[in-house]
């Protein structure tokens, strides 16, 4: 469903960027046919580019989580917020389904009004005898007033157009059908029923059309017809209404620049270095929406490495990871087969596919394989997957991860002590450290990494330390205050410090001190998944002496 919201966005942002690059650069030109072809390929490659993005290389470590850390879980439930930052709560309000009922009300009606229009002409042709005039299919209608093509079939009014003005209407309506310029109209109303919220698709809609009338124009000027009585003829239809969206119009844009199109000096074949201005779009484009491959030598850790032995069956486990308390997919969660190195992560929608090739039999005859799903932020779950006599691949229920708090050890807010000196040899000289053990390529294998970084606090928590006591003495003035306290916090994708809350406190003087502490900190580098931010939550230790 997002992921569906993010598609329509990026498309839309795609045709903004050629749509000002067509407006800019390229609508008084007179090479109208290379003009089509360009709003065409605009079209195509605003949802190309979303569909298929550009990939790129991320190198990436594995990260230990220290063992300073714990998960507690329910530690921030039903405790009073100390600085009155509510985090939403997702679970009221879904705008996701709102967004998308939004839209696809909006597609509904759209597409309700194509298919009446066409409905509407196919109703015509069926009524009415279609007449072949110099090799085109004509339907004479009393419905219309203006002729106009719909695919290869001329509509016209015999009580409005007479016979010495059918040789430049039809000429003109020859081009359409010859240049194929439904397709152009097909194409751009399909768009115009996805992307209906989008107004630049409708100017594309408005430009395409236009320039389907330059190329009809040209063509009829072209055998010979004269400008003054083909001027004069569009003029005549001035007070005439657009038809329907799908087809030609004899009228449509009718004003003084398509007039002066038609006896406009020819641009220059130098002029068509304008078309270059597309290459920063696509290049911008391309930018924007690439999308990182993370590998660890050379290795894809978004697919499984098989480093179990293989066995003669594959046990295929499919689902879903999603947040326990707002049910949104986590992206980028770590699937990984317990005590092994075979793994994958969620997707943007939190949907994983893990392979194992070695599963355990079950004593029911089917199968089962332990899995460890970690988030950085979250506490891990440790699963049992089974199947039924003989089932070799199974969809699990939406697995749901629930908040934890990561406790910061006091002991850690001390510098370390320096390291040992090394001692020299017998020449006076530091000996180089041992050669790394070599691996065989039968030992060898492909490692799936956990990526995940908790939150940093600047300088690292003998800076938080150095912080907290700075603090305390600050605080100390104010008077003699003694006791212990737990403040929770979280560290927010943005790095801010937001939701602290007391959680433990000998007195209501050291809980609001030890709040303070934690509210004046400097914003942290955020936690991570796979490199995006996300959010931590931490319990923080204080004590006043």
Do not use: C
């Not at 009524?127 to 085109?136: A, H, L, T």
């Not at 310029?181 to 395409?208: G, K, Q």
């Not at 001390?414 to 090394?422: F, G, L, Q, R, T």
């Amino acid at each position: 469903m997002e992921t569906f919201i993010v598609f329509l966005i990026k498309v839309s942002i795609g045709t903004i960027l050629f749509y000002l690059v067509y407006w800019f650069f390229l609508r008084h030109e007179t090479y109208h046919n290379a003009n089509r072809m360009f709003l065409l390929s605009a079209l195509f490659t605003s949802v190309l580019i979303p569909l298929f993005p550009l990939q790129y290389t991320l190198l990436v470590e594995q990260v230990n989580t220290s063992n300073l850390f714990a998960a507690i879980p329910d530690t921030f439930k039903n405790i009073p917020i100390i600085d009155g930052q509510h985090q939403a709560n997702a679970g009221t309000v879904n705008w996701q389904q709102a967004v998308l009922l939004i839209y696809f009300t909006g597609a509904a009606i759209f597409l309700l009004r194509l298919l009446i229009q066409t409905t509407i002409l196919i109703q015509l042709i069926l009524k009415n005898r279609i007449k072949p005039v110099e090799g085109i299919r004509i339907v004479e209608n009393e419905k219309y007033g203006l002729p106009f093509s719909f695919f290869n079939v001329v509509f016209i009014n015999p009580k409005f157009h007479k016979q010495e003005n059918l040789p430049e209407i039809l000429a003109h309506e020859k081009v359409h059908i010859r240049e194929k310029h439904w397709f152009d109209l097909l194409f751009i109303e399909l768009l115009t029923v996805i992307f209906w919220f989008n107004p630049f698709i409708w100017f594309f809609e408005r430009s395409i059309k236009q320039n389907h009338e330059y190329l009809a124009d040209k063509g009829v000027l072209a055998q010979g017809h004269p400008v003054g009585r083909y001027q004069a003829l569009l003029i005549n239809q001035l007070m005439g209404m657009q038809i329907i969206g799908v087809t030609n119009n004899l009228n449509f844009a009718l004003n003084t620049n398509r007039l002066k199109m038609m006896t406009k000096t020819k641009t220059s074949r130098l002029g068509r270095i304008k078309f270059m201005w597309a290459l920063p779009a696509i290049a911008l484009l391309l930018f924007a929406f690439a999308e990182p491959v993370y590998k660890v030598n050379n290795t894809e850790v978004e697919n499984p490495a098989f480093t179990l032995q293989q066995g003669e069956k594959q046990f295929v486990v499919k689902g879903k990871v999603i947040q326990e308390e707002t049910g949104k997919p986590l992206h980028g969660a770590s699937v990984i087969i317990k005590g092994t190195t075979v793994g994958t992560v969620t997707d943007l929608d939190g949907n994983f596919t893990l392979v194992d090739p070695n599963p355990k039999g079950g004593q029911n005859g089917g199968y089962n394989t332990e899995v460890a799903i970690s988030f950085v932020g979250r506490e891990t779950k440790l699963l049992t997957f089974s199947s039924a006599k003989n089932e070799l691949a199974i969809t699990v229920p939406d697995i749901k991860m629930k908040e934890g708090v990561f406790f910061i050890d006091p002991n850690a807010l001390v510098a370390p002590p320096p390291p040992p000196s090394v001692k020299k040899d017998n020449s006076g000289q530091i000996p180089p450290p041992p050669p790394p053990p070599v691996i065989s390529e039968e030992e060898e294998e492909e490692v799936f990494i956990v990526v995940e970084e908790l939150a940093k606090y600047p300088g690292g928590f003998p800076a938080l330390g150095v912080h907290i006591k700075e603090m305390q003495k600050k605080l100390a003035q104010s008077g003699n205050m003694s006791g212990k306290s737990k403040i929770a916090f979280t560290v927010s994708e943005t790095g801010k410090v937001t939701n602290v809350k007391i959680v433990e406190q000998d007195n209501d003087e050291v809980g609001k001190a030890a709040a303070s502490i934690v509210m004046n900190m400097k914003d942290w580098t955020p936690g991570k998944q796979r490199g995006k931010a996300v959010p931590v939550n931490y319990l923080l230790p204080v004590t006043f002496k």
